[in-house]
């Protein structure tokens, strides 16, 4: 089936430095170029980027000196200036890109609402969704799944630092067996770290299909909407 409209979730570490530092301008370029090219070839583009390149809420909160649903509103924040980011990469790179963040600062993006939203893909502007889900607790990956339900989206592309979905982790476990395809339930039960349970639930309610591929080969975005990249499939 021809992918009319996708949702890339992109880990904020894609934008990091090799030195560690949050930002790598190169990095972004070459992925807003990826982006723009896809969203060229016709397809509408929706975008859930992560902010773990800046700070996770889960790991800051463990060290004790701040609660959970603080340190949640800060990885929040990371999000949104790796969005604001992106969308000015993707603007230089020629395609039009609108941010919206599901948290609300009206003076630097609009606040996300499902219509206007669907309205941008509609206009063909590469819509970046900030602010994860607006609530802490959860993850980017379950505000990429969210979002792909409520836009309609064909297919949550998970673009990561690894070529799909092993049945362990491939960078802990040197036995791990890689999947072509496999579906949500053995994803869960297995529990496979690549996504967190509760994404991989509510895509399985949605009944959205997952693509993990690694976004280290240029061009690995436009390669996979064709069906010709290297990817796991999660699917019923
Ligand atoms: N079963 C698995 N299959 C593939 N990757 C896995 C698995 N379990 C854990 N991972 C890890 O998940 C990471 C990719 O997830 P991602 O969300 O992009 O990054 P992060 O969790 O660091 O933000 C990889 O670095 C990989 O080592
Ligand atoms: O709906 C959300 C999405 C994200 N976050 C916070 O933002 C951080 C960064 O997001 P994530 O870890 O998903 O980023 P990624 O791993 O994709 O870079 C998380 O650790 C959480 O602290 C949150 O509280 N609610």
């Known amino acids: ?98 941010t919206m963040s599901a948290v609300s600062m009206p ?15 509609a206009r063909g502007h590469v819509l970046i969704l900030a602010g994860g889900t607006g609530n802490p607790f959860f993850t980017t990956d379950t505000a990429a799944v969210l979002r792909a339900a409520e836009l309609k989206c064909d297919t949550v592309m998970k673009a990561t630092n690894v070529d799909g979905v092993y049945t362990a982790d491939p960078k802990k476990d040197p036995t791990a067996r890689r999947y072509d395809r496999l579906t949500h339930d053995e994803a869960i039960q297995g529990n496979l770290k690549i996504m967190d349970t509760a994404a991989f639930a509510l895509a399985r309610e949605a009944g959205l299909h997952i693509v993990v591929f690694s976004i280290q080969e240029k061009g690995s975005i436009s390669a996979v909407l064709g069906g010709q990249g290297r990817a796991t499939t999660v699917a019923p």
Do not use: F
Not at 107 to 121: D, F, G, N, V
């Open 1 to 98: 089936m021809q992918t009319k409209r996708a949702l890339i979730k992109l880990s904020g570490e894609a934008l990091a430095a090799p030195d560690g530092y949050w930002l790598h301008p190169p990095t972004l370029s070459t992925l807003a170029e990826d982006i723009a090219a896809a969203a060229r070839s016709g397809v509408e583009i929706a975008v859930v980027i992560g902010g773990g390149n800046v700070i996770r809420g889960a790991r800051v909160s463990a060290a004790g000196w701040i609660d959970r649903a603080t340190a949640d509103s800060m990885g929040m924040l990371a999000t949104v200036m790796n969005s604001i980011a992106l969308e000015s990469a993707i603007n230089a790179a020629g395609v039009s890109a609108r």
């Open 107 to 121: 003076t630097i993006c609009e606040t996300y609402a499902r219509q206007p939203a669907l309205h941008h893909l």
